[in-house]
């Protein structure tokens, strides 16, 4: 099973620029400051909704750290109402 790890953004450019820490973590990324990286999950809160999820990379079956994660949001969201 792959090691993951959470890892967190560099605290320039600002916070705001969601676009420029996505680009600076690809620039990252590429470089190979992160080892080899295999596979990225991201969740993208939203004001008007659920939150979406985006996953890329290998996947290579059914425990696929990939779509574990889809799987458990999955079923937060589904359970998120049922709680009091």
């Known amino acids: ?4 790890k959470v890892v967190q953004f560099d605290p320039n450019p600002s916070l705001q620029d969601i676009p420029g820490h ?3 973590m690809a620039d990252r990324i590429e ?3 992160y080892g ?3 596979s990225l ?3 993208m ?3 008007d909704g659920y939150p979406v999820t985006f996953g890329w990379g290998s996947i290579d ?5 990939i779509i574990q994660f889809s799987l458990a949001l999955q079923w937060n969201l589904a ?3 049922a709680r009091s």
């Open 1 to 4: 099973m792959t090691d993951l």
């Open 22 to 24: 996505l680009r600076a």
């Open 31 to 33: 470089a190979g400051e």
């Open 36 to 38: 080899e990286v295999d």
């Open 41 to 43: 999950i991201a969740v």
């Open 45 to 47: 809160p939203r004001v």
């Open 61 to 65: 079956g059914r425990n696929d750290p």
């Open 79 to 81: 359970n998120l109402t």
